[in-house]
């Protein structure tokens, strides 16, 4: 099982400023494979990346990705008031398609 | 425009069964591989399982393999997921999600909780 480790836990920024979000793989995952979500309280996940580094329909190009094999990155180039929510890498390389535990971004 | 709707979730007894079922509209039901995701209370997304838009593929996680299956009706734009012997840490709101034209879920339902308490 490929296991996906994100960090910082809580990221703690004031609207404005750059975040930038890291999720790790225990073994390499091909580009292709690798996605990021946005999710907010009571709200179901929303895709922002797919393929490491493609912005799905309608996402803002503040919004990046990056990385390959095993460090993946997510960059928020400067922080809106609605970005304040918890994102989650995915890898589909192989079952189980596992999810990242989450970072928390919040108002600091 | 792509909806998920979700039903068949509620407070069922461990060792109970329930089946969960999602209504697909918007898209070409038939094209595409579903997935099931869940996330307990307070926690993060755990992916349940896979189907593929033919039934030919399918996938589990290993905390449900044996308990619960993944099944789909293409004629009827629906997805499935029947669960047996539930017990209390499959407690979850739980999503259905369709996967996109290549590897990664585009659009997610709005998920149905089911809770396995006594």
């Known amino acids: 099982e490929i296991v996906l480790t994100q960090s910082p836990g809580t990221l703690s920024l004031s609207p404005g400023e750059r975040a930038t979000l890291s999720c790790r793989a225990s073994q390499s995952v091909s580009s292709s494979y690798l996605a990021w979500y946005q999710q907010k309280p009571g709200q179901a996940p929303r895709l922002l990346i797919y393929?490491?580094?493609s912005r799905a329909t309608g996402i803002p190009d503040r919004f990046s990705g990056s990385g390959s094999g095993t460090d993946f990155t997510l960059t928020i180039s400067r922080l809106e008031p609605e970005d304040f929510a918890v994102y989650y890498c995915q890898q589909f390389g192989s079952s189980p398609f596992t999810f990242g535990p989450g970072t928390k971004v919040d108002i600091k | 425009e792509v909806q998920l709707v979700e039903s068949g979730g509620g407070l069922v007894q461990p060792g109970g069964s329930l089946r969960l079922s999602c209504a697909a509209s918007g898209f070409t039901f038939s094209s595409y591989s579903m997935n099931w995701v869940r996330q307990a209370p307070g926690k993060g997304l755990e992916w349940v399982s896979y189907i593929s838009s033919s039934s030919s593929s399918i996938d589990y996680a290993d905390s449900v393999k044996g308990r619960f299956t993944i099944s789909r009706d293409n004629a009827k734009n629906s997805l499935y997921l029947q669960m047996n012997s539930l017990r209390a840490e499959d407690t979850a709101v739980y999503y259905c999600?369709?996967?996109?034209?290549?590897?990664?879920?585009?659009?997610w339902g709005q998920g149905t909780l089911v809770t396995v308490s006594s």
């Open positions: 999600a369709k996967r996109g034209s290549g590897w990664y879920i585009d659009y």
């Open positions: 393929g490491a580094s």
